[in-house]
């Protein structure tokens, strides 16, 4: 004896539903003459229940839409710690490239740290000291020493992470709050207190 | 609207426009009025029945087609017996097993989405979905108690078929299928037992395949085993674990048999199943009873084989 | 056709009432696990939002009382000045700041200004150049016209409108070079510009940083502002989940114990999140009107150890590596501490939190921050569980003593089979019938000849190894060899039932012996004795000087004496109370006068003591000491000292006399000993050997037959990851589980079967679990005696000691951190960590303060309070960095730093305490002088800084300062003289110039204070004057001209000085000779 | 310790236990609802037999029917609705089965620590209960291959043509006390067993006994020929030399063959004794062909193998019966 799916039940949906079953009309049941109660169907309490069938079924397709959203990931930690300010002579620093994507940047009044992704399309530009510049090897997009673009087809300088003194003085970096100067949008964010340190 | 564009000829542009206007939200209302109707009943409406491709008034052409057209319910027959309605008869186990299987398909694919089966990872991931997964332990507790309550299902659906006889011709075949349907129904819970890679999974395998040891000829500690020159490294009991113990091999294959292998067989052996139900005359009963004065007696010569069905 | 009477049961029923209700209940369970999803599973919403609340009433509280307090110092004059200090100090700076400033900001405008045309300049250039480089060498003419090109682009000029300052603007025309060269200046202007601003603001800075520094030392922690800040966010705090994601960048996806870790604690302890409690604050349950009673209705309180967190931030450890528990799970907080069955690391209990410690920290014998663990090491190590329970790293070395006389014998045999080889060769190579078989047969044997000397060398390397070992190897019970020139026969059965009640401090554990075994042992431990050796008998003392010494000389650093209430003294060595009834009196004057004198050497290969014959037999006296430990008859390391931690305090004849004398008197004058004639019985002695074999005796003491028995008991190194089920709980297994305690009562903390229950069980009782089993024979009993954990006061077992132990076994896992994480450092604080190994093995802490705060147990003892603290021992908190570690190792040696004349401190021979000789093997030494020196962080090995030698005049004016009044040097320091010494409180200057670091000299005499807080040598003898030192009291007219650093000189001086120039100077000395002034 | 309820309250609460005590309630009332069926049906059965004529014309049916009701009704809604029903209800019990109870998990797996008891999932506790009583050759492979074997042989020996598609008792009384005995007497029945008797150690506890890890216990088996004193003594002299050590191997192996094919002997002369008891079934036995008859009565004998076993090994203590270098019995 085969069997529905709560699917299936779906299509049946608009369906005569099995209540229907108390208003066999005439018509249906052929020339037969048949005594049934309650003539009329109670439509409203029908499509209830089918509201709450296909209530049902929806509410689960958002709980397994959550599911996939889980609450903890074991990705690297987009806020870490890069030690003391002294740390970082003038010039840019490639320490925390490959650790956590960022060039620190130190000049003689500031601190600020570069997301090293190229505001292109994303790949990670490399730093040419001989030029002084950051070349981006996707499409040659080209930055200064300050990750300001000056060449190629990158629409505006890379953008900067939030950083900021912790209690120990260390400087605590957050690759994931990014400020953005894009002088089109006629936004620039770089001066704001987080986006730099001063020294 | 041709001839309203005529008058417009004669009016100011702007006066025009407002006519447009006016008409267009005239036509709009309207319409949206009278579709908006339509909608109330979705039956009638052109999607739903480019899906049902049948009327919804409830005539028995009607009635019989939305079960023939509709590619899930038609392997029920149009009609039934009266009497295969009632769960007194039917007990509707084996649609049970059937809707916890699909259950446990949905939970399982879910699950799957979270699941590494390897050493390092399997238990974590349990851990993972316990506590981080939104949903995840809902999901994982469902999955495991409807594989019980599928093998619950499963032995009654037998236990009623026996009692009312329905193994009995034509059906001999069918009950032959189910019994390898419960052999399969075992054997994805049992392999779904090992994944979470806890120390119940892993003792209850391991006692569970120690016995495959000892298999006759083919286990390394069965009889005439050794003699056959069976060792751990190369007996039935390797096969099914990829290792002399329960390891990471292990945890891959139950994996494999438990996701895909026997999910796909059980549904071939299913379909089969239900195709049979159909074709040995739908639901066995409730049939009308036999008395034992109408048996006939057996005629014609007694072949020692088992007579083929049919011989009355 | 008739009609049917009733409606058709089946089409004729509607459903749909059945169909609403049961849909319905699909709602409902719907509803349900919605629910529980977003509530049932989260308790922590609730306590967020109790806190949130109460935290707010809190840093309101706050917030006023500080308000208040910065108003006050705002107010105070102290602020007012620095303030006006900073604000002159900006007025001052402020015009050419302001410019600064304006010309910084014109040379960004004109940056910006050129950027555009510079960039696109650039890039066209960069790419001409390019193609010029593609064009080969050869193809001049296109090379030359691609240059001309890159020319062209380079003279091209591009119009700038260029800022001149104040809105002013040019037009000028700019081509690349012009650009280029305009961009990298502008970028070095900007550079200057920017340094020469903080230049002209250095001032204004440092005005600030003053004001600053004022402030918070007034107001310390946060500030109102911050408070009021912390407030705010409070007020619209979100509700959330609050977890470590302990991940560091670059690091593999399994990461911490193979598992990206994920600690959620905070999201119920939120005051331990230190965005929502900064950490220069701290909260308690009472700050917040919580009551601890409630444990954990309200768990707000922040960390109570800050900081840990500087060396253990939470985004490298989370939570849980220390503290256990299930970090994520969050539904329940039985769940979340892992306080469910199959949860392996379960949160540990209060009592026993730093067990956490030991995860990473095994290999310290003292871990800061964790005093229980260090006290269950150190109970561990003293209680003797060592003797019996191996545990990896402690006192290991008569395992490694074994191995290395293993390796011994191998080499012996290996030479001894070349001995027999070579000749054979030789003479082979004789009848060879050919040369070069001969040449070769005879090379063979040379090289086998050279081999066996390799050998030999490596011999005599594991030799003094061993020798070294063997005196680093001690047992935590006495030599039992001699008890029968040291004990009284009769009490040895009477100690060995009740040794706790006869001694009640005593280290030796209760063993659970029935009456005949007890004979037996007792019989076997004094037949066993060495028999024969008479101690030659000695006169009485004067029991009343020996009081003196024993209480002046630091006998109770280690030892107490006196009972219950009355005791005073160290815990570290047994209470003398009752010594007077067991002890032999003579025996007693040769162990106070050398513990480790040894009635006969022992002879580990041979596995028997050496007697006077084996060394006639060879001829040799029968003298056997550290100088003369090798055996007669084989040539080995000789065991000669007593295995004991007890070391000599150097006394004459007359005061070991004396103080045995006093001991001797130390009794219970009424205590009665039945006779014990059994004690000879050989028969009893025989059964008595397995006994004493079988309750593992020879672990602790050191008995003839059994030197090399083995430990008995289970090693402990991983016992705290044993696997439940290998715990035998035996019949307590269901009560545990159900937590039903032994006593009948229900557990306070419920089910206890864990590794905390079974360890406090059996700790509490090691019988405990034979209760209720039926084991006629006392073979098949649990072994494990009673250990002494009783607190002598309340003859209670002390719970502090049950929990410091089991805190220490619970921590003694095996890693479940990656190795990184493990603390085995490399630099000097590995010194630091396997110098308190021996520090504690020998109790120098009991004389000496090492720690920066730690006590001594001399310093509390009567005699060494008020005006007599002058006599307690040296402070060696800086002892690395004044010492000369060649010094050191000799002082180490030998403490007299004399050969002859060694009834006496060597150094401060003016102290009635004794620096005691504990005859330390080399490699105890080496760890000891590194040790100091990483305490004082000072460099290995020590470069003593060149010196230049004094000029007369330097030298003249040096003895001058010397003698001046104002400097009395000689009144207290000691110049060897007799007379002057009685009343010298300082050691000889003579010594300086081995054993003193100059640099810390000079430290030393310009500020002492500040080095040894309360030292009598006086502070402010030089004023600081500019950059050197000058003398504070009155300089002879002479020597005013000088203009070198006095405290520089007098140091350079002290370095050189000899005896005799001491005796010149102590003539000129106001304050020398044998009446110090003011008398 | 006795009258330990706590201990069945943990047994029975464990969550992957719960599904068994759900069978303690199904199996009864399934059964119940079967036998209703079934009287119902046979005492409809009795009236026709008694009443030929009235046989002709009735309505063979316990289910009520009455002239102008459709003896055919549509799939589409009468029988949907049931199973929509079904899957509705069995949803509703499945959340909240999973919302109330957790899925068990347990400590990592680790080799080197064995839980105990340590137990197969539940639904094969059956097969791990007949270790005790077999060897695992024949518990583990040989039984679990001839239940399945067995179950699939049912309807080509079952030669009664009755009761075909309807609940009845008279007319398979045979076949019905066959199939109770198998599924509840020796599947669901060891399941249970397996479940709430066989505690630490697979040691037997009685209910409301506490499963104390450290009982012992004493169980001394023996093998059939110790008890009867067969060691080969008297063949070890009709022996060439070189056999002589092995003739007690021998002797028992010989010896083991007897008791074992006595019990087929007898079991199947015992089978076909029952098969013969009524008239009814006779008839219907007549009707099988040898080879059905073969089947059955082998299918049978294995079948009562199992009680026999248990019986001899709990009562008394009987190890094998059979012993052979390469396989026991």
């Known amino acids: 004896m085969p069997e529905q799916t709560e699917g299936k039940a779906g299509e049946a949906g608009a369906a005569p539903s099995p209540s229907a079953a108390a208003a066999p009309k005439p018509a249906a049941k052929g020339k037969k003459a048949e005594a049934s109660p309650a003539d009329e169907v109670n439509l409203s309490r029908r499509r209830f229940t089918w509201a709450m069938i296909w209530g049902y079924l929806g509410i689960n397709f958002l709980m397994f839409l959550r599911f996939f959203f889980p609450r903890s990931l074991f990705e690297p930690n987009p806020i870490f710690s890069i030690g003391y300010p002294a740390d970082f002579a003038l010039g840019n620093d490639q320490r925390y490239l490959m650790t956590n994507r960022v060039w620190v940047i130190r000049e003689p009044d500031r601190i600020f740290v570069i997301f090293a992704r190229c505001t292109h399309l994303g790949c990670t530009p490399e730093w040419k000291s001989s030029e002084n510049k950051f070349k981006c090897p996707c499409h040659g997009s080209g930055y200064d020493s300050e990750g300001v673009n000056f060449e190629g087809p990158a629409p505006r300088p890379m953008d900067r992470c939030h950083l900021e003194l912790d209690a120990t003085g260390k400087i605590t970096v957050d690759s994931s709050r990014l400020y953005v100067d894009d002088p089109k949008a006629g936004v620039n964010h770089f001066n704001d207190s987080g986006a730099f340190l001063n020294v | 609207m041709a001839e309203d564009n005529g008058e417009q000829k004669r009016k100011g542009l702007l006066g025009k426009f407002k006519d447009d206007a006016e008409g267009l939200k005239k036509y709009v209302s309207e319409k949206g009025k009278e579709q908006l109707e339509g909608l109330k009943e979705p039956e009638k409406t052109q999607l739903y029945r480019s899906i049902f491709r049948f009327k919804h008034d409830e005539t028995a052409r009607n009635r019989a087609l939305s079960v023939l057209s509709n590619v899930f319910f038609h392997l029920h027959p149009a009609k039934v017996n009266r009497d295969a309605t009632k769960y007194s008869y039917t007990w509707g186990m084996g649609g049970i097993t059937f809707y916890l299987f699909i259950v446990l398909t949905f939970t399982g694919v879910l699950l799957m989405y979270y699941y590494h089966p390897s050493k390092v990872q399997a238990f974590r991931d349990i851990l993972y979905l316990e506590n981080d997964v939104p949903f995840g332990k809902l999901l994982r507790n469902m999955h495991r108690w409807a594989a019980h309550l599928m093998i619950i299902a499963v032995w009654l659906h037998m236990f009623r078929v026996f009692l009312t006889g329905s193994y009995k011709k034509p059906r001999e075949f069918n009950w032959c299928v189910g019994v390898l349907l419960?052999?399969?129904?075992?054997?994805?819970?049992?392999?779904?037992?090992?994944?979470?890679?806890?120390?119940?999974?892993?003792?209850?395998?391991?006692?569970?395949?120690?016995?495959?040891?000892?298999?006759?000829?083919?286990?390394?500690?069965?009889?005439?085993?050794?003699?056959?020159?069976?060792?751990?490294?190369?007996?039935?009991?390797?096969?099914?674990?990829?290792?002399?113990?329960?390891?990471?091999?292990?945890?891959?294959?139950?994996?494999?048999?438990?996701?895909?292998?026997?999910?796909?067989?059980?549904?071939?052996?299913?379909?089969?199943?239900?195709?049979?139900?159909?074709?040995?005359?739908?639901?066995?009963?409730?049939?009308?009873?036999?008395?034992?004065?109408?048996?006939?007696?057996?005629?014609?010569?007694?072949?020692?084989?088992?007579?083929?069905?049919?011989?009355? | 056709?008739?009609?049917?009477?009733?409606?058709?049961?089946?089409?004729?029923?509607?459903?749909?009432?059945?169909?609403?209700?049961?849909?319905?209940?699909?709602?409902?369970?719907?509803?349900?696990?919605?629910?529980?999803?977003?509530?049932?599973?989260?308790?922590?919403?609730?306590?967020?939002?109790?806190?949130?609340?109460?935290?707010?009433?809190?840093?309101?509280?706050?917030?006023?009382?500080?308000?208040?307090?910065?108003?006050?110092?705002?107010?105070?004059?102290?602020?007012?000045?620095?303030?006006?200090?900073?604000?002159?100090?900006?007025?001052?700076?402020?015009?050419?700041?302001?410019?600064?400033?304006?010309?910084?900001?014109?040379?960004?405008?004109?940056?910006?200004?050129?950027?555009?045309?510079?960039?696109?300049?650039?890039?066209?250039?960069?790419?001409?150049?390019?193609?010029?480089?593609?064009?080969?060498?050869?193809?001049?003419?296109?090379?030359?016209?691609?240059?001309?090109?890159?020319?062209?682009?380079?003279?091209?000029?591009?119009?700038?409108?260029?800022?001149?300052?104040?809105?002013?603007?040019?037009?000028?025309?700019?081509?690349?070079?012009?650009?280029?060269?305009?961009?990298?200046?502008?970028?070095?202007?900007?550079?200057?510009?920017?340094?020469?601003?903080?230049?002209?603001?250095?001032?204004?800075?440092?005005?600030?940083?003053?004001?600053?520094?004022?402030?918070?030392?007034?107001?310390?922690?946060?500030?109102?502002?911050?408070?009021?800040?912390?407030?705010?966010?409070?007020?619209?705090?979100?509700?959330?989940?609050?977890?470590?994601?302990?991940?560091?960048?670059?690091?593999?996806?399994?990461?911490?114990?193979?598992?990206?870790?994920?600690?959620?604690?905070?999201?119920?302890?939120?005051?331990?999140?230190?965005?929502?409690?900064?950490?220069?604050?701290?909260?308690?349950?009472?700050?917040?009107?919580?009551?601890?009673?409630?444990?954990?209705?309200?768990?707000?309180?922040?960390?109570?150890?800050?900081?840990?967190?500087?060396?253990?931030?939470?985004?490298?450890?989370?939570?849980?590596?220390?503290?256990?528990?299930?970090?994520?799970?969050?539904?329940?907080?039985?769940?979340?501490?892992?306080?469910?069955?199959?949860?392996?690391?379960?949160?540990?209990?209060?009592?026993?939190?730093?067990?956490?410690?030991?995860?990473?920290?095994?290999?310290?014998?003292?871990?800061?921050?964790?005093?229980?663990?260090?006290?269950?090491?150190?109970?561990?190590?003293?209680?003797?569980?060592?003797?019996?329970?191996?545990?990896?790293?402690?006192?290991?070395?008569?395992?490694?003593?074994?191995?290395?006389?293993?390796?011994?014998?191998?080499?012996?045999?290996?030479?001894?089979?070349?001995?027999?080889?070579?000749?054979?060769?030789?003479?082979?190579?004789?009848?060879?019938?050919?040369?070069?078989?001969?040449?070769?047969?005879?090379?063979?044997?040379?090289?086998?000849?050279?081999?066996?000397?390799?050998?030999?060398?490596?011999?005599?390397?594991?030799?003094?190894?061993?020798?070294?070992?063997?005196?680093?190897?001690?047992?935590?019970?006495?030599?039992?060899?001699?008890?029968?020139?040291?004990?009284?026969?009769?009490?040895?059965?009477?100690?060995?039932?009740?040794?706790?009640?006869?001694?009640?401090?005593?280290?030796?554990?209760?063993?659970?012996?029935?009456?005949?075994?007890?004979?037996?042992?007792?019989?076997?431990?004094?037949?066993?004795?060495?028999?024969?050796?008479?101690?030659?008998?000695?006169?009485?003392?004067?029991?009343?000087?020996?009081?003196?010494?024993?209480?002046?000389?630091?006998?109770?650093?280690?030892?107490?004496?006196?009972?219950?209430?009355?005791?005073?003294?160290g815990d570290f060595a047994a209470n003398l109370s009752r010594i007077g009834e067991k002890e032999n009196y003579e025996y007693l004057v040769r162990w106070v006068h050398n513990p480790r004198e040894r009635t006969l050497p022992y002879c580990p290969f041979e596995k028997k003591d050496i007697t006077p014959e084996d060394y006639k037999k060879h001829r040799l006296p029968f003298q056997f000491d550290l100088d003369h430990s090798r055996c007669p008859n084989d040539g080995h390391q000789l065991e000669v000292q007593q295995p004991t931690i007890m070391p000599s305090l150097r006394l004459s004849d007359e005061d070991s006399r004396d103080v045995a004398t006093y001991l001797m008197a130390q009794k219970h004058t009424n205590a009665?000993?039945?006779?014990?004639?059994?004690?000879?019985?050989?028969?009893?002695?025989?059964?008595?050997?397995?006994?004493?074999?079988?309750?593992?005796?020879?672990?602790?003491?050191?008995?003839?037959?059994?030197?090399?028995?083995?430990?008995?008991?289970?090693?402990?190194?991983?016992?705290?990851?044993?696997?439940?089920?290998?715990?035998?709980?035996?019949?307590?297994?269901?009560?545990?589980?159900?937590?039903?305690?032994?006593?009948?009562?229900?557990?306070?903390?419920?089910?206890?079967?864990?590794?905390?229950?079974?360890?406090?069980?059996?700790?509490?009782?090691?019988?405990?679990?034979?209760?209720?089993?039926?084991?006629?024979?006392?073979?098949?009993?649990?072994?494990?005696?009673?250990?002494?954990?009783?607190?002598?006061?309340?003859?209670?077992?002390?719970?502090?000691?049950?929990?410091?132990?089991?805190?220490?076994?619970?921590?003694?896992?095996?890693?479940?951190?990656?190795?990184?994480?493990m603390y085995r450092p490399a630099d000097r604080r590995h010194a630091i960590q396997e110098g308190w190994w021996i520090v504690t093995k020998y109790n120098c802490i009991g004389c000496h303060q090492i720690g920066i705060d730690q006590k001594t147990t001399m310093q509390d003892l009567p005699f060494y309070q008020a005006e007599n603290k002058a006599n307690l021992p040296p402070v060696l908190t800086s002892e690395g960095a004044r010492v000369n570690p060649e010094w050191l190792k000799r002082f180490l040696a030998n403490p007299s730093l004399s050969t002859t004349d060694t009834n006496k401190n060597g150094v401060r021979n003016y102290l009635q305490v004794r620096m005691p000789t504990f005859s330390l093997a080399d490699n105890e030494i080496r760890k000891l002088v590194l040790f100091f020196e990483a305490l004082s962080s000072q460099e290995e090995p020590y470069i003593a800084p060149k010196s230049e030698s004094l000029t007369n005049t330097e030298t003249t004016f040096a003895r001058a300062l010397f003698t001046n009044p104002a400097a009395p040097c000689l009144k207290c320091h000691a110049t060897g003289d007799p007379a002057h010494d009685k009343n010298a409180t300082a050691p000889n200057f003579t010594l300086a110039a081995e054993r003193l670091r100059e640099p810390w000299a000079e430290r030393w005499v310009t500020d002492p204070a500040k080095i040894i807080p309360g030292t009598s040598m006086p502070s402010g003898l030089f004023r600081r004057e500019g950059d050197r030192w000058v003398f504070t009291g009155a300089i002879p007219s002479e020597f005013r001209s000088y203009a070198g650093d006095h405290a520089n000189l007098m140091v350079r001086y002290l370095m050189g000085i000899t005896p005799d120039e001491q005796r010149r100077l102590q003539g000129r000395s106001s304050g020398g000779g044998a009446s110090p002034p003011g008398k | 310790m006795w009258w330990d309820w706590h201990q069945i309250w943990e047994v029975a609460s464990a969550p992957d236990n719960v599904p068994i005590v759900a069978l303690l309630f199904?199996?009864?009332?399934?059964?119940?609802?079967?036998?209703?069926?079934?009287?119902?049906?046979?005492?409809?059965?009795?009236?026709?037999?008694?009443?030929?004529?009235?046989?002709?014309?009735?309505?063979?049916?316990?289910?009520?029917?009455?002239?102008?009701?459709?003896?055919?009704?549509?799939?589409?809604?009468?029988?949907?609705?049931?199973?929509?029903?079904?899957?509705?209800?069995?949803?509703?019990?499945?959340?909240?089965?999973?919302?109330?109870?957790?899925?068990?998990?347990?400590?990592?797996?680790?080799?080197?620590?064995?839980?105990?008891?340590?137990?197969?999932?539940?639904?094969?506790?059956?097969?791990?209960?007949?270790?005790?009583?077999?060897?695992?050759?024949?518990?583990?492979?040989?039984?679990?291959?001839?239940?399945?074997?067995?179950?699939?042989?049912?309807?080509?020996?079952?030669?009664?043509?009755?009761?075909?598609?309807?609940?009845?008792?008279?007319?398979?009384?045979?076949?019905?006390?066959?199939?109770?005995?198998?599924?509840?007497?020796?599947?669901?029945?060891?399941?249970?067993?397996?479940?709430?008797?066989?505690?630490?150690?697979?040691?037997?506890?009685?209910?409301?006994?506490?499963?104390?890890?450290?009982?012992?216990?004493?169980?001394?088996?023996?093998?059939?020929?110790?008890?009867?004193?067969?060691?080969?003594?008297?063949?070890?002299?009709?022996?060439?030399?070189?056999?002589?050590?092995?003739?007690?191997?021998?002797?028992?192996?010989?010896?083991?063959?007897?008791?074992?094919?006595?019990?087929?002997?007898?079991?199947?002369?015992?089978?076909?004794?029952?098969?013969n008891r009524t008239a009814f079934s006779r008839k219907i036995y007549k009707r099988m062909s040898l080879l059905q008859t073969v089947t059955m009565l082998m299918l049978l004998a294995l079948m009562l193998s199992l009680p026999l076993k248990i019986l001899l090994r709990l009562v008394f203590r009987i190890h094998y019966v059979w012993e052979t270098p390469w396989f026991s019995v």
């Open chain 3, 672 to 821: 009665t000993y039945p006779p014990a004639p059994y004690m000879d019985d050989p028969k009893l002695a025989a059964a008595g050997r397995a006994l004493v074999q079988h309750y593992g005796c020879a672990g602790c003491h050191e008995i003839t037959g059994l030197e090399d028995e083995g430990r008995i008991g289970t090693e402990l190194t991983n016992e705290g990851s044993k696997p439940i089920e290998r715990l035998d709980f035996a019949r307590y297994t269901e009560d545990a589980k159900r937590g039903m305690l032994i006593n009948g009562k229900t557990s306070p903390r419920g089910p206890w079967y864990d590794s905390k229950g079974f360890f406090e069980a059996k700790l509490n009782d090691p019988a405990v679990f034979d209760h209720a089993k039926f084991k006629p024979d006392p073979m098949d009993r649990l072994r494990m005696p009673a250990p002494n954990l009783t607190d002598p006061k309340t003859h209670q077992i002390d719970k502090n000691d049950v929990d410091a132990l089991v805190t220490f076994l619970l921590g003694s896992v095996d890693p479940q951190l990656p190795t990184e994480y």
């Open chain 3, 1 to 569: 056709m008739p009609e049917p009477s009733g409606p058709d049961p089946i089409t004729g029923k509607s459903w749909s009432t059945i169909m609403l209700v049961s849909t319905f209940l699909l709602m409902l369970t719907v509803a349900w696990s919605l629910w529980s999803e977003f509530f049932g599973l989260r308790p922590w919403r609730a306590y967020q939002r109790d806190f949130a609340s109460a935290y707010q009433d809190f840093l309101g509280k706050q917030i006023a009382a500080q308000t208040k307090a910065e108003a006050a110092v705002y107010s105070s004059p102290e602020y007012k000045k620095l303030k006006a200090d900073l604000d002159a100090a900006q007025q001052s700076a402020k015009p050419k700041d302001d410019e600064f400033a304006r010309r910084i900001a014109l040379a960004d405008l004109q940056r910006t200004a050129i950027t555009p045309a510079f960039q696109s300049a650039r890039g066209q250039v960069g790419a001409l150049i390019y193609q010029v480089e593609i064009i080969p060498e050869s193809n001049k003419s296109a090379r030359d016209s691609a240059k001309k090109d890159v020319d062209g682009a380079k003279a091209e000029t591009y119009e700038v409108e260029y800022p001149l300052g104040d809105g002013k603007t040019e037009i000028r025309k700019m081509n690349y070079d012009q650009l280029n060269a305009g961009f990298t200046d502008l970028m070095a202007l900007k550079a200057s510009l920017v340094a020469q601003q903080a230049e002209v603001d250095s001032s204004v800075k440092i005005a600030q940083i003053k004001l600053n520094e004022f402030v918070k030392e007034k107001l310390p922690g946060p500030s109102a502002a911050g408070l009021q800040n912390l407030r705010n966010a409070m007020s619209t705090f979100k509700i959330d989940m609050h977890q470590i994601n302990v991940n560091p960048p670059g690091a593999m996806l399994n990461y911490v114990g193979g598992i990206g870790l994920v600690d959620r604690c905070q999201s119920c302890h939120i005051a331990m999140d230190p965005l929502v409690v900064p950490v220069t604050m701290t909260l308690t349950k009472a700050d917040l009107g919580r009551t601890m009673a409630a444990s954990h209705d309200a768990p707000f309180t922040s960390h109570p150890d800050q900081d840990l967190f500087n060396w253990h931030p939470l985004e490298k450890f989370g939570c849980s590596p220390c503290h256990g528990g299930n970090g994520r799970a969050l539904d329940s907080a039985e769940r979340g501490h892992g306080r469910y069955e199959h949860w392996l690391w379960p949160l540990n209990y209060r009592e026993n939190f730093t067990a956490g410690c030991q995860n990473c920290h095994a290999s310290d014998m003292v871990t800061e921050h964790a005093e229980v663990l260090n006290r269950g090491r150190s109970l561990y190590r003293t209680r003797g569980c060592i003797g019996c329970h191996k545990y990896s790293g402690f006192d290991d070395e008569n395992e490694r003593l074994t191995t290395t006389r293993q390796q011994i014998m191998q080499l012996e045999s290996t030479k001894h089979d070349y001995s027999i080889e070579i000749p054979r060769l030789n003479h082979q190579a004789d009848i060879a019938p050919d040369n070069d078989t001969a040449h070769k047969l005879n090379a063979r044997a040379t090289s086998l000849t050279i081999e066996s000397s390799k050998i030999d060398a490596q011999l005599q390397t594991l030799e003094s190894v061993s020798s070294s070992l063997m005196r680093e190897s001690k047992r935590v019970g006495p030599d039992l060899k001699e008890v029968r020139m040291k004990l009284r026969k009769e009490w040895i059965p009477v100690w060995l039932t009740q040794t706790h009640t006869f001694r009640p401090t005593t280290k030796m554990p209760q063993f659970r012996l029935e009456q005949d075994e007890v004979q037996k042992i007792a019989a076997f431990i004094w037949q066993q004795g060495i028999a024969g050796q008479k101690l030659n008998p000695v006169a009485p003392g004067n029991a009343g000087h020996g009081k003196e010494l024993v209480e002046s000389r630091g006998c109770l650093s280690c030892h107490s004496i006196g009972e219950d209430s009355k005791t005073i003294g």
């Open chain 2, 182 to 312: 419960m052999v399969l129904t075992m054997l994805l819970s049992f392999t779904g037992y090992l994944l979470p890679d806890d120390q119940l999974g892993f003792w209850a395998v391991t006692v569970g395949t120690n016995m495959a040891r000892a298999t006759p000829l083919l286990g390394h500690e069965g009889p005439f085993g050794p003699q056959l020159g069976m060792t751990p490294y190369n007996d039935v009991r390797f096969a099914l674990l990829g290792g002399s113990i329960v390891d990471a091999n292990a945890l891959l294959r139950a994996y494999i048999w438990h996701c895909i292998a026997i999910p796909l067989i059980a549904s071939i052996f299913m379909a089969l199943h239900f195709w049979r139900v159909r074709k040995d005359g739908g639901i066995s009963g409730p049939a009308p009873v036999m008395l034992e004065s109408e048996i006939k007696d057996e005629k014609g010569p007694r072949p020692v084989i088992m007579k083929p069905s049919g011989m009355q």
């Open chain 4, 26 to 275: 199904f199996i009864p009332f399934y059964c119940w609802l079967a036998f209703r069926e079934a009287k119902k049906n046979d005492e409809l059965i009795a009236k026709l037999e008694a009443d030929p004529a009235a046989a002709k014309t009735a309505h063979r049916k316990t289910q009520p029917y009455e002239k102008g009701w459709d003896r055919e009704v549509h799939t589409w809604p009468y029988l949907m609705r049931v199973e929509l029903l079904a899957a509705i209800l069995v949803t509703v019990l499945l959340m909240v089965w999973s919302l109330t109870l957790n899925a068990p998990l347990e400590e990592p797996s680790n080799p080197n620590v064995t839980m105990n008891p340590a137990k197969a999932p539940w639904y094969f506790l059956g097969l791990q209960e007949m270790l005790v009583y077999f060897d695992p050759w024949i518990a583990g492979v040989v039984m679990p291959t001839i239940i399945i074997v067995g179950l699939m042989a049912i309807p080509y020996i079952d030669e009664n043509p009755l009761g075909n598609g309807y609940y009845t008792y008279r007319q398979r009384k045979f076949s019905i006390w066959t199939f109770l005995l198998g599924f509840i007497g020796l599947w669901v029945l060891m399941i249970v067993i397996g479940t709430f008797i066989r505690g630490p150690g697979w040691m037997w506890f009685w209910p409301t006994q506490t499963w104390d890890a450290s009982r012992v216990d004493f169980a001394v088996n023996r093998n059939l020929d110790d008890v009867l004193r067969i060691d080969g003594a008297w063949m070890a002299h009709l022996m060439p030399g070189s056999w002589k050590p092995f003739s007690g191997l021998i002797a028992r192996g010989i010896f083991g063959i007897f008791p074992v094919t006595f019990y087929f002997l007898a079991s199947g002369y015992f089978m076909n004794w029952l098969a």
